[in-house]
């Protein structure tokens, strides 16, 4: 069947993580997108990390895969004009370059609306328009730390902490991609383009909502109930990092399981969900403690919390973390193990989803990639490997109606 976004052309102008997060999703549902590089470097993760010498980095492939690339440059006077024309066909121009780059290569919004009014123009940057930061160049860890994830992540006697997942890059992206898609459906009833900007400070934020609920009731009520702070610590005028308790109003813990001293993700987490306290107390092996004044609220709890977490541990200490979630499940306690990258790329069932895959890019044969992680009941995404650097370069400028002796020039010339 056709996928949903078949025939929708988009001019990936993107590079690293963010834009390109955001490109590959609408790839993966069908669009067409083109990714323009400049001749003979291209993105820049096809050199970093690698793994295999000269071979494109896995960093580049597993953001890029379903995607065709063209080489162009676009600071020549004819790779400007190319961009001009690939403007006036396409749907939607995705970039995340430095801030005022794309503006002193002739690109300005204005400028590409009035080339094409139609179009949708899709922008990250690390600050919004307005913001006192906003000419600062942006990665992954800026924006975690001035989105709010890094001052309320880790615990409180350690320094502000980065999270493992891409908070600033991919998930930017993603935000990205809803606002791109939003504007399409705008079109089909106005008939304009316009422009949708995501900063990455603003997409962590929008994460980090739940801290900023706290810093409002921290300034209301002096405490944060569910914190380990609660009631023993003290509690400043901000949002103290929690280490590993729970965000919402069900606490809970990372606990050890058997195997901890060698195996450094033998641990599973454990929620405490208040509905469930009967069943939790005869898991863990005290159900008189389903009586008792000092256990029966989650307030009561709170002040020997850990010597409850202690007590789990002891039950679990004879079983390996999936034993602990077997047993544990049959109890409707809400839990997990703490699974390794090891234990995730080999999981069965998460091939099984398609949520990793394994696909073919040309010269580097078969590898491991990220899947459609939004599962639809009408198709599977087909993921493929990413491009070659200018892989389509000639499939393209021959659409562009540029002949064989042109394209060969312009590659003399360094264009593409
Ligand atoms: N042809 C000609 N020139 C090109 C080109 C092409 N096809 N593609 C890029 N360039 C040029 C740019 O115009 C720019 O030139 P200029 O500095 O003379 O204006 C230059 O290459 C560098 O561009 P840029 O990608 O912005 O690289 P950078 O190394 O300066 O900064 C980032 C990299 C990621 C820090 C920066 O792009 C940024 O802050 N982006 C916004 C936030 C973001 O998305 N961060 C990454 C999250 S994963």
Same mark, same amino acid.
Request: glycine share 10%.
């Given at each position: 069947m056709a996928l949903p976004l078949e025939g929708i052309k988009i001019i990936d102008f993107t590079g690293v993580q963010a834009g390109p997060a955001c490109t590959q999703l609408l790839a993966w549902f069908g669009a067409d997108v083109l990714k323009v590089e400049r001749p003979g470097v291209g993105d820049v993760t096809r050199q970093q990390l690698r793994d295999i010498p000269d071979l494109d980095a896995l960093y580049f492939t597993m953001l890029n895969s379903n995607k065709r690339s063209l080489t162009l440059n676009t600071k020549t006077p004819e790779g400007k004009r190319i961009?001009?024309?690939?403007?006036?066909?396409?749907?939607?121009?995705?970039?995340?370059f430095a801030p005022g780059a794309l503006d002193r290569m002739g690109f300005t919004w204005e400028r590409i609306h009035e080339i094409n009014p139609k179009l949708i123009f899709g922008s990250v940057k690390g600050f919004s328009e307005g913001? @006192?930061?906003?000419?600062?160049?942006?990665?992954?860890?800026?924006?975690q730390c001035a989105g709010g994830a890094a001052s309320t992540t880790g615990f409180w006697d350690g320094p502000p902490t980065i999270? *493992?997942?891409? %908070?600033? /890059?991919?998930?930017?992206?993603?935000?990205?991609?809803?606002?791109?898609?939003?504007?399409?459906?705008? #079109? =089909? !009833?106005? *008939?304009?383009g316009q422009k949708v900007a995501v900063s990455m400070?603003?997409?962590?934020?929008?994460?980090? #909502?739940? !801290? %900023?609920?706290? =810093?409002? #009731?921290?300034? +209301?009520?002096?405490?944060?109930?569910?914190? @380990?702070?609660? @009631?023993?610590? !003290?509690?400043?005028?901000?949002v103290p990092r929690g280490g590993n308790a729970g965000g919402g109003g069900q606490p809970g813990w990372v606990l050890k399981c058997k195997g901890w001293e060698t195996d450094p993700n033998a641990y599973i987490y454990f929620t405490v969900q208040e509905q469930n306290w009967g069943p939790t107390c005869d898991a863990i092996g005290h159900p008189e403690w389903k009586k008792d004044p000092a256990y029966t609220t989650a307030r009561a709890r709170q002040s020997h919390i850990f010597d409850i977490f202690a007590e789990i541990e002891k039950k679990l200490a004879d079983k390996t973390k999936f034993e602990a979630?077997?047993?544990? #499940? !049959?109890?409707?306690?809400?839990?997990?193990?703490?699974l390794s990258m090891k234990e995730i790329a080999y999981d069965p069932a998460l091939r099984a989803s398609g949520t990793i895959v394994e696909v073919v890019q040309e010269e580097r044969g078969k590898y491991l990639t990220v899947g459609s992680p939004i599962k639809f009941s009408a198709f599977k @995404? /087909?993921?493929?490997?990413?491009?070659?650097? *200018?892989? +389509?370069?000639?499939?393209?400028?021959?659409? %562009?109606?540029?002949?064989?002796d042109q394209i060969a020039k312009l590659y003399q010339d360094k264009v593409v």
């Open positions: 961009l001009e024309n690939l403007i006036r066909d396409a749907d939607v121009l995705v970039e995340n913001s @006192p930061y906003a000419d600062i160049k942006a990665y992954e860890n800026v924006a999270s *493992g997942a891409a %908070l600033g /890059d991919s998930n930017t992206g993603m935000h990205l991609a809803i606002g791109i898609l939003t504007a399409l459906i705008g #079109r =089909q !009833k106005t *008939g304009q400070q603003d997409a962590v934020l929008n994460l980090c #909502r739940v !801290k %900023l609920r706290d =810093q409002e #009731r921290l300034e +209301h009520v002096g405490y944060l109930e569910e914190y @380990p702070q609660y @009631p023993n610590g !003290k509690f400043s005028d901000t979630i077997e047993y544990l #499940r !049959k109890f409707g306690v809400p839990c997990a193990p703490v @995404p /087909d993921i493929t490997g990413a491009p070659l650097l *200018g892989e +389509h370069t000639d499939q393209v400028l021959a659409t %562009l109606g540029y002949s064989g």
